[in-house]
């Protein structure tokens, strides 16, 4: 019996890698899963996924290749702030990497021609596909037979025949196929990358122009909370309920003050101890705003670093007063 060519997949997860990947387990090839972490997007809903297919599963953090991609991405952003072209280079390079020393034949995505405006109409593939260099060995097995044959095809390792011819936006059929290989429990296609999130985006963007290096905990912080830039340049991010105010203060630094109205219930504001008196002054303000102490009324807000909080007294401001600082 000759060598199982063995095949790895860039694994999202979501319907279409793992339709993918059935399609080529239905051929008796050996198929792994491969999902990439960064701030922007994880691999839980890809681990689960790969479970119910009990599928191998790697999965790598590239957010130090991926950084430079979200300040000058080479092809340019989708709609919001996503660098999908780029995206799918770097994640075809890396998965390269992995191909050689792991010892897989060749690399499949779940990619469906059309589908996506930016990044997969048949140009965008053809230059994602050369650009990665492994032009020859990427598979698409959903839209296979409306491609050029690759070189897993040509050498007779994977059926043509057998493929897909899968195009456009609707997921119709990929549902239906779906049903047919016992696939049963797979995520909705929204919600996979904060990049194409609105609201992230913008907080991403709004950061952009404010600094020109970021580190992973500002990622991690623009996921959480409601933020604005004060007028004198600091940013005050105020935790919207119970877990949000956790997560702020997991992400606190040493370099951070963390505000709390005393006497009622509030949100906890984070503000950078480096913010000048007079954002020192609003951030404690707005902190009083988004409190459940009535407008107008005497509040002691308590601030908070390393060492003895310090007091403050105020009045309690109004939320309108804030809108305009909101990112
Ligand atoms: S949506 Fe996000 S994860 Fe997907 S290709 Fe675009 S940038 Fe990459």
Redesign the pocket.
Known sequence: MGKKIRALGLFSGGLDSMLASAVLKAQGLEVAGLTFVTP??GAERARQSATHLELPHYVVDIYDQYLPLIFTPPHGF?RRH???ID??IL?LREAGALLAAEGFDFLFTGEVLGQRPM?QHRGALNLVARESGLAELILRPLSARLLKPTRPEILGWVDRGGLLDLSGRSRKRQMALAAAYGINRYPTPAG??L??DPGYAARLKELLRHQEQVCRADLELLKWGRHFRLPGGAKAVVGRNHRENEALLSLKTPGDLILKVQDYPGPLVLVPASARPEDLEKAAALTTAYSDAPEGAPVTVIVQNQGQPRLCQLTTGSKDHFKGWLI
Request: hydrophobic share 30%.
């Open positions: 922007f997007f989708g996503n660098p999908c995206c799918h994640m990044s996979g990358c990049l194409t």
